[in-house]
C-alpha cells in the first residue's frame, strides 16, 4: 500500500507548484471568456451547449491534451534524472508503486483541473443564461475528465518509459503531433484504401470508430453527439480529408448519427467515446509499468 | 548471516564492463568501508544491490533476500543515502521527514533525528530548495535513518559536509553500529573510511582489488608509520635495537624513525632522553592513505607490480604535508 505515500506527497507537491494553479487559472479564464463571447450573440438562443461548442476545439484539442500532457509527462523521467527516485527507493517504495503513486496523483490533478473547468462553465452559464441543461452539463464534464485522464495517462506512459526528461518530452510531444496532424489523414488514407475514394458525409461506421480510437476525436464525436451540432476540429481535417461540402454539412451533418444510416452502433456511441479515453488512460500507463519495471534505472 | 554477500556480481552496458565479477560478504553488524576512485563501479554495486539496475551476470543477497525477487523486503529494511540527489524542492524538512517516516513506517520524533544530523529545527521549517547542499545532505541522512534500518548504504556521504558535518556523519555511523546496524559505507576517501569501518574492500575499475581491516591493508601494502623527531646533538644509543623499530635516518638534526609498532615510539623518545639529547620537537606521520589507496589501487594493473608500494612510500616521504601528522605521540 506504499504507493499511497507516493500519491499523497506527490499530490502535495503539485498542489504547491504555481503551474497547477496558472492552469487553473487559464480554464476559468477561457471559460469566461467563451460564456460572455456566447452571451453577445445576439438574436440567438444560446446556452450552455454554445459554451460547450465554443470549448471543445480550443479547449479540448489543445488546452486540456497540452496541460494533461505537461502534468504527466515528468512525473517519473523527472524523479529519475533528479536522482530522487532512488530516495524514494531508499524509502522502501518499489517501483509498482511509485509508478500508480505518481499517476494516481496525476490523474487526480487532471480530474480536479478538468471538474473546475466545467464546473465554472456551468456556473458561468447559469449566471449569465439563467439555464444550465444537466444532460448537457454531465455529459460535457464526463467527457472532458476522460480526455483530460487519457492524455495524463499517454504522458505518463511516455514518462516512465524514458529515462530522461528530454525523451519524455519527446515523447510527450509526439503523441500530440501524432493525434493532431497524423491521425486523421492515415485513418482517411485507410478509407481510400479500402474504397477507393474520401470518406464522405456518409461514412461507414468503421471509419468513423478508427477515427474515433484517437483520445481526440472520441471526445469530438463524443462532443457532437450530446450537442447534436457539428463541431469543427482545429486543424479542419473534415475539410482536407473528407470529401464533404459545406452544404451537406449543415444541421450537425458531421454529427456521427447522422453520418451513418440505421442505428447506431454501440461502437459509436458516447459511453464507448468515454470508454476509449479511459483506455488510454489505462493501457499506456501498463506499458509504461512494464517497462519501468524491467529497466535499469541510472 | 551475511548482511550482503554477492556472487559473481558483474554489470555491463554493451562492451563497457562497470563491475566485473565481484564476490563480497559484508558481515552483519559490521562497518563496511567500500573505497575506490570515481567511476569504479560504487554506486553501481550499491544500484545493483537496492535493485535500482539489474545484474548482467551474478547475483547479490541483500539481508537474506535476493537483490531482484526480493527487492521489496530489501527496501523494508534497508536505509539509503544516496549519491548525487534532488530532494524535493518546494517541501520543507520538516515535511521530507514526515514522508519518510510515513513510508518506512517509522516512529522516530523528527524534531530527535534533525538533532542526530545537526540540522536546526528552523532550517526544518523551510522549503528544501533553499538549503545548502550540506543541508541537504544531513536531511537526506535524516530520512535515511527515519525507518530505524538493518542496514544503512551511504554512498559517498561526506559530499558537501564540513568537518564538523562530517564528523556527526562518522558519530552516526559508530552509533548505528554500536546499535547492531550493518553500514556499508562507499567513498573515494580513504581516511573517512578508515575513520569507521571495521574492514575495507577496495574497487578499482570494477574489479574488487581486496578487503581487509585498515591495519592489514597498511601491512599488505607494505606502507609504515614514522616518528619525526628535531634533536639537538647526535644520539649515541642505537635506535633500531629498539622493538618495532624497522629503520632510522638522520639528518640535520632530525631523525626520522619508521616502525611497525606504534608502541615504539614512546620507547624512542624515552631513550633519546636518556641519551642526553634534547628532544625540540617531534611528530608523527601516519603512512597516508592516499598512499595506500594507490599502493593498492596501481598493483591492480599488473605492469607496475611490486614497484607501487615503493613509489607509494616514497611519495609520503616526499610530501610530508599531504602526511596525516599529529604533533607528540599517542
Known sequence: ?298 | MAAIETNGLTKRYGDVVALQDLDLTVEAGEVFGFLGPNGAGKTTTIDLLLDFIRPTEGSATVLGHDSTDGADEIRDRVGVLPDGFDLWDRSSGYKHLEFALESTGGSADPDALLDRVGLDQADAERRVGEYSKGMLQRLAMAMALAGDPDLLVLDEPSSGLDPHGIRTMQDIVREEADGGTTVFFSSHILGQVAAVCDRVGILDDGELVTVDTIAGLREAAGVGSRLVVRVDGQPSADLTAIDGVTEVTAEDGTLTVAYSDAAAKGTVVHRLVEDGVSVLDFHTEEATLEDLFAAFTETSTPANGDGATETAAGEAADHPDTAAATEGSR
Open chain 1, 1 to 298: 500500500m506504499s504507493w499511497r505515500a507516493v500519491a499523497r506527497k506527490d499530490f502535495e507537491d503539485v498542489v504547491r507548484s504555481r503551474m497547477v494553479w496558472s492552469i487553473l487559472g487559464v480554464f476559468v479564464l477561457l471559460m469566461a471568456i467563451v460564456v460572455l463571447g456566447a452571451s453577445s450573440n445576439s438574436g440567438q438562443d444560446v446556452g450552455l451547449a454554445n459554451v460547450v461548442n465554443f470549448f471543445s476545439t480550443l479547449g479540448g484539442e489543445l488546452l486540456v491534451p497540452l496541460t494533461a500532457l505537461i502534468v504527466g509527462y515528468m512525473a517519473i523521467a523527472g524523479e529519475r534524472e533528479s536522482g530522487s527516485l532512488r530516495i524514494l527507493f531508499g524509502l522502501s517504495h518499489g517501483r509498482r508503486d511509485v509508478l500508480v503513486g505518481k499517476a494516481t496523483s496525476r490523474v487526480t490533478t487532471m480530474v480536479v483541473v478538468a471538474t473546475v473547468a466545467c464546473v465554472s462553465a456551468a456556473v458561468l452559464s447559469l449566471v449569465v443564461f439563467g439555464s444550465m441543461p444537466a444532460d448537457i452539463f454531465v455529459g460535457f464534464l464526463v467527457l472532458t475528465v476522460a480526455l483530460a485522464t487519457a492524455f495524463t495517462g499517454i504522458a505518463l506512459g511516455v514518462s516512465a518509459a524514458t529515462g530522461s526528461r528530454r525523451g519524455a518530452m519527446g515523447g510527450a510531444v509526439g503523441s500530440y503531433v501524432f493525434f493532431t496532424i497524423l491521425w486523421n489523414p492515415i485513418v482517411a488514407g485507410v478509407h481510400y484504401a479500402v474504397e477507393g475514394e474520401l470518406a464522405g458525409i456518409d461514412a461507414p461506421s468503421w471509419y468513423l470508430f478508427l477515427q474515433r480510437l484517437s483520445p481526440l476525436e472520441a471526445y469530438r464525436q463524443g462532443l457532437m453527439e450530446l450537442l447534436g451540432e457539428n463541431i469543427f476540429g482545429l486543424f479542419g481535417w473534415e475539410f482536407i480529408v473528407e470529401d464533404v461540402d459545406q452544404q451537406a454539412m449543415a444541421d450537425g451533418g458531421l454529427v456521427v448519427s447522422n453520418r451513418v444510416g440505421g442505428d447506431l452502433p454501440f461502437y459509436l456511441t458516447d459511453w464507448f467515446a468515454v470508454l476509449i479515453l479511459l483506455v488510454w488512460l489505462v493501457v499506456p500507463v501498463a506499458l509504461g509499468l512494464r517497462y519501468f519495471e524491467a529497466a535499469d534505472l541510472n
